[in-house]
């Protein structure tokens, strides 16, 4: 077993991406073999699966003796962040970034499954979600305008629908770096979501926890939701220089 993995790695060592099929035939194995290890690898990330259904060699095998490495990537580094939230506040936990006017996002419900990866299907409206308020907050201003003539969909009867409500609320988590969407998209659901940083100090990603009752201290949840974004600001900027992640201020509840 161990030189069939080891066989499989190896076909990996150039850094480029293969499919199962070439796999199978560069490690010199059966493809229903090769299927189950690679299955087996990708589970434990030593390999990632590309949209396209390519294998390549995960975050681990890469930083094994790598020197002047490259930070790590979002994708790379979000399903473990996502897994730590997830268990320690028992609530669900996603990661979104901004893709054509939409949130991109992986997800970490509580319990033994995996995070999921970012999937051309799975998206969730800018305008209703935590998310992304976040990510609309920090991004140019003709990307918020342009997301508001798309049309302000109502989801449920508390959705924002008023541009200038929504710009309030945007110009509120600027200040706070905190974005709350209470009952926006799911009833009775709550997001709070923070910004992550990139290594030149840009918004690139928002993490977001699901609660279904906020209560009047929002702390138990951004307690550790804070800190799981600094912590990622700090993986994707290479662990150079301190990155410019404040504590989140006061939150004042405009726009929800």
Known sequence: MTSKITSILMTFTEGSEHSLTEIARLAGLPVSTAHRLTSELASRRLLERTEDGQYRAGLPLRTIGATNSAPPSISGRAPYVLEDLAAVTNCRARLGVLRELEVAYIQKDPGPQPTTSFSNAATLPALATALGR??????????????????????????????????????VT?????????????????????PVFGSGGEVVAAIELAVRDLGTDLQPILG???IAARSLSRELAGAAAPQPVAEPRHLVAVGH
């Open 134 to 171: 976040v990510l609309l907050a920090f991004s140019p201003q003709r990307t918020v305008e342009m997301t508001i003539l798309r049309g302000l969909r109502q989801y449920t009867p508390h959705t924002v629908t008023a541009p200038a409500r929504l710009r309030r609320a945007l110009g």
């Open 174 to 194: 600027r200040l706070t770096r905190v974005a709350v969407a209470k009952w926006q998209l799911e009833p009775g659901m709550c997001g709070v979501a923070v």
């Open 224 to 226: 550790p939701l804070s």
